[in-house]
């Protein structure tokens, strides 16, 4: 099945740099890489998603890049603020796998002010 | 913004014991799901409901393990006879419509369960 491996598990910034989360997956039928971010207490949030159509997707801040020959999709954060502080879960989902998505382990970011 | 509301968010029971976990999903979506995540873990896909009956599920999902929507509007997930290694977080998520395999999976804000 599908394996999602995700780095680095922890990372600190300092306000307004830029944060990069990347991610692997197994499977080349994968077509739809969703990111979630996940506060304290709180079940994932949908933050930004792409499919295998495209090579990048681009929400304010956010920015999702998908490489599929290399099976990597990578999250960048830009001028990071506090409140992006928080664990962040990539995922994958395979039509060859069914309908559920697998998860990355997270990364914990830490903006410092 | 519609949600997925789950409770109880914090439910402690005794190992052997039965429980139930509960979810609403958001009112027009059709798929429905269960995951979990162990305190330091991955988030693990247990089950997911479609059409009243499960589409997939997981080796997780064994036998004490069962889905249910009851109502047009409550999906639950029960375990018969909880043991200490069901201590998670348990998050119900639901997606849209027919047309709707790539729509976005909306979660709730989970079900912390305890097995002492």
């Known amino acids: 099945g599908e394996n999602v491996e995700q780095h680095p598990s922890t990372l600190s910034v300092q306000e307004g740099d830029s944060a990069v989360i990347k991610c692997t997956y197994s499977d080349s039928a994968s077509n739809y890489f969703p990111w979630y971010k996940q506060e304290l207490g709180k079940g994932p949030q949908l933050i930004i998603d792409i499919r295998s159509n495209v090579g990048e997707k681009k929400d304010q801040r956010i920015a999702v890049t998908l490489n599929k020959t290399a099976k990597h999709f990578s999250l960048h954060i830009t001028e990071t603020q506090p409140e992006d502080s928080a664990v962040y879960f990539c995922?994958?989902?395979?039509?060859?796998?069914?309908?559920?998505?697998?998860f990355g382990g997270g990364t914990r970011v830490l903006v410092k002010p | 913004e519609p949600e997925v509301t789950q409770t109880p968010s914090h439910q402690v029971t005794q190992m052997g014991q039965e429980v139930i976990l509960r979810c609403v999903p958001i009112s027009n979506h059709l798929y429905f799901y269960w995951y979990r995540q162990i305190l330091g873990q991955k988030v693990e896909f247990l089950v997911s409901f479609y059409n009243n009956e499960i589409s997939e599920k997981s080796e997780i999902f064994d036998d004490q393990f069962s889905v249910e929507r009851p109502d047009g509007s409550n999906f639950t997930l029960k375990i018969r006879s909880t043991k200490l290694e069901d201590s998670a977080m348990y998050f119900c998520?639901?997606?849209?419509?027919?047309?709707?395999?790539?729509?976005?999976?909306?979660f709730g804000n989970g079900t912390r369960l305890t097995v002492t």
């Open positions: 998520a639901s997606k849209g419509g027919e047309s709707s395999y790539n729509s976005p999976l909306h």
């Open positions: 995922a994958a989902r395979s039509r060859a796998a069914g309908n559920k998505l697998t």
